[in-house]
């Protein structure tokens, strides 16, 4: 059976390309403090959280249209589908962890409670309860088949498992010793290798990362979506978990991939963050503002993307600022329609 040493991984991992992308979370926190200041915050956390429940129920192959998406979240339409009602009870999810998470603890109790949220509007029986039958963690293939890339641990292990993880994680939460951001995504990737409930563990994975990372003061998945990056960056999400996986039920794993991964995107968030409130700071009219997006961008940028950078400035207002950069010369259009992208000139 696995056998945790949560503190021995944390300390282990203390290598100097860790340390680096740690100092520079730490740095882009700083600069990011005065979030609660800008305008119209709300709208930001709004956006945000509309992201990361999609992109994270995506991540877990459950979609849902965008029309629908634009009911459930804009005019409080009821969830229809199994689908909808997945996305409905992971954002009723988020709104319990925003209520508690300063004096709830980590524990078995309140995992299963999260799990269950997410189905209790459609099955309330299903949620909450421990697996009682094998799973596998599969990445599904562009011709619609699954690939197994780790076997999770059996149904009766889980308890006995879990509730060494969770002792261990407030253990080292407590050890000045242990990084805490390490040991959040330490903990996330555990917890996934035990896969303790029969579906959604990563879905609730997540959930938990949400979680943990506003109780230690770490509250970047509020104001920009990290499920959303780790969407963007898919194959080196299952990459990282493959490559950390392999000799895990031997003790013989290497956690550096995943825990890597995992401060990349946080990292990557907060710079995303920041990046919003310098731009939206500007003293600029709108249409200078779309131009910077769109010169700032490597690539091509979607408008969707432009709305969520600006997110304070109506669709109709960044459409207006678009078409005149475009027949001003001052951008160009890369693919035309319903998924149009822009690019510097």
């Known amino acids: 059976m696995k056998m945790f040493d949560l503190k021995g991984t944390v300390v282990a991992l203390n290598k100097p390309s860790i340390v680096s992308l740690l100092n520079s979370i730490e740095l882009y926190k700083g600069k990011t403090l005065p979030v609660n200041k800008i305008k119209k915050v709300e709208d930001l956390k709004n956006v945000a959280r509309r992201s990361g429940v999609i992109e994270s129920n995506a991540i877990g192959n459950v979609f849902i249209t965008e029309d629908r998406e634009r009911a459930i979240f804009k005019k409080g339409a009821q969830p229809q589908s199994l689908q909808e009602h997945m996305i409905c009870g992971y954002s009723n999810a988020l709104d319990l962890i925003n209520e508690v998470y300063k004096f709830q603890t980590l524990d078995r109790s309140f995992i299963s409670t999260l ?76 917890f996934m290798c035990i896969h303790p409930y029969n579906h959604g563990n990563g879905r609730l994975s997540r959930l938990i990362l949400h979680f943990l990372l506003k109780k230690y003061g770490y509250d970047v998945d509020e104001y920009f979506a990290i499920p959303y990056l780790m969407r963007q960056h898919l194959g080196e999400y299952i990459d990282s978990f493959e490559a950390s996986s392999q000799g895990w039920h031997d003790n013989e794993n290497d956690y550096e991939p995943f825990v890597t991964f995992v401060l990349k995107r946080i990292l990557e968030a907060y710079r995303k963050l920041d990046y919003i409130m310098e731009v939206n700071a500007l003293d600029e009219t709108c249409e200078e503002k779309v131009l910077k997006v769109v010169v700032d961008s490597a690539t091509p940028i979607s408008k969707t993307v432009i709305l969520r950078v600006l997110y304070a400035t109506s669709k109709t207002t960044i459409e207006k600022a678009l078409a005149k950069l475009l027949k001003d010369g001052r951008i160009q259009l890369i693919t035309k329609g319903r998924y149009s992208k822009y690019f510097r000139v």
Do not use: W
């Open 115 to 190: 799990h269950y949220y997410i189905y209790k509007d459609y099955n309330p029986d299903f949620g909450g309860h421990f697996k009682d039958s094998q799973n596998y963690i599969q990445e599904a293939m562009p011709d619609g088949s699954f690939r197994t890339i780790f076997v999770s641990t059996a149904p009766g292990e889980v308890v006995p498992l879990l509730e060494s993880l969770i002792y261990q994680f407030n253990l080292c939460a407590a050890d000045e010793e242990c990084n805490k951001l390490i040991l959040i995504a330490a903990f996330m990737f555990d």
